[in-house]
């Protein structure tokens, strides 16, 4: 056995289900040992976003709605995924950001700092989520939520928000936890360089 890591080889792939909201990919596999692996599911996405949205006062705007995984009202961030007419401003991810901001909570930013790319789940996604700062908010009409959805706003100070999620008071979708550190961490330097 080879002790070199490389990609597994697919030799077929199905889509075995498919919706508007998702897409599911199940592939026929054989790792670099040899190993079959078949089928191994795959959930193809579409890129996300999300987005940590500062007022000028400092604090942080909060999404707070029902999401059904968990069959409970969460906090949460200004997130959604990456759409087609998004892409023909040339930086997807900014556009749908900049669109999901207006749209889930009716602000505008007029600077965004892009802070971190990760992936949501390596093993079973295929997408990739950017995290964005938004700064310099003003409110520019009333939110236009999509079909069932209802979201509550909440403006938070951050520093006692991340000591909610630390002790547990405030449990959020984890890569809205990273990109709540991340922000605390950017701020953080822009406030030492000043």
Same mark, same amino acid.
Request: proline share 4%; net charge negative.
């Given at each position: ?13 199905? +889509? ?5 909201? +998702? ?28 987005? &940590?949205? &500062? ?9 707070? %709605? ?5 069959? %409970? ?18 930086? =997807?991810?900014?556009?749908? =950001? ?29 997408? =990739? ?10 409110? /520019? ?14 403006? %938070?100070?951050?520093? /006692? ?9 405030? +449990? ?23």
């Amino acid at each position: 056995m080879s002790d070199e890591l490389r990609p597994w080889s697919v030799t077929a792939s199905r +889509i075995t289900y498919e919706d508007r909201w +998702i897409r599911l990919r199940s592939d026929d596999c054989v790792t670099a040992d040899g190993t079959v692996v078949a089928p191994f599911h795959v959930l193809d996405y579409p890129d996300w976003i999300n987005v &940590v949205p &500062v007022m000028p006062d400092g604090r942080v705007l909060l999404t707070r %709605e029902y999401r059904h995984g968990r069959g %409970e009202i969460i906090h949460g961030l200004v997130a959604g995924g990456v759409e087609r007419g998004d892409s023909e401003t040339g930086d =997807a991810a900014m556009a749908a =950001a900049r669109r999901e901001l207006r749209e889930e909570t009716g602000y505008e930013a007029s600077t965004f700092v892009k802070l971190l790319t990760s992936y949501p789940n390596a093993a079973s996604h295929s997408n =990739a989520v950017t995290s964005w700062l938004a700064l310099d908010l003003s409110r /520019a009409g009333e939110p236009r939520f999509d079909p069932g959805e209802k979201v509550e706003l909440l403006f %938070e100070d951050l520093a /006692a928000l991340l000591g909610d999620l630390q002790s547990g008071a405030v +449990i959020m979708q984890s890569m809205h936890v990273a990109a709540l550190y991340a922000a605390e961490s950017w701020l953080r330097r822009r406030s030492s360089e000043a």
